[in-house]
Nanobody, 125 residues
């Protein structure tokens, strides 16, 4: 069983940057596909970025492509989301998630086995 803890959220002005971190414990981190999701009030949970076991393959949603970067450090059992050029519409609770098994191209959150508690990101205009 994997435990995930996000950090790095906060309040930032539009155009600013934040770096989210997700620390994993309790499992073999390098065996999990990792994803970053977000959920705004009244909206569905949305996959933003995904990274394969060794970090060689990534996926980005169109809404964040070119602005966000996902990386992982298996030696530190951590995954990161660098967020640049933030917009007010990026305001949401951000979650990291871990998926055991094959690298699926699905964007469904239902494929992920473990979730962090979330961290709030608020972007002011």
């Amino acid at each position: 069983q994997v435990q995930l803890v996000e950090s790095g959220g906060g309040l930032v002005q539009a155009g600013g940057s934040l770096r989210l971190s997700c620390a994993a414990s309790g499992g073999t981190f390098s065996s999990y596909v990792m994803g970053w999701f977000r959920q705004a009030p009244g909206k569905e949970r949305e996959l933003l970025a995904r990274v394969s076991w060794r970090g060689l393959t990534t996926y980005y949603a169109d809404s964040v492509k070119g602005r966000f970067t996902i990386t992982r450090d298996n030696a530190k059992n951590a995954v990161y989301l660098q967020m640049n050029s933030l917009k007010p519409e990026d305001t949401a609770v951000y979650y990291c998630a871990a998926r055991a098994g094959y690298y699926s191209t699905s964007v469904s959150p239902n494929l992920y086995d473990y979730w962090g508690q979330g961290t709030q990101v608020t972007v002011s205009s």
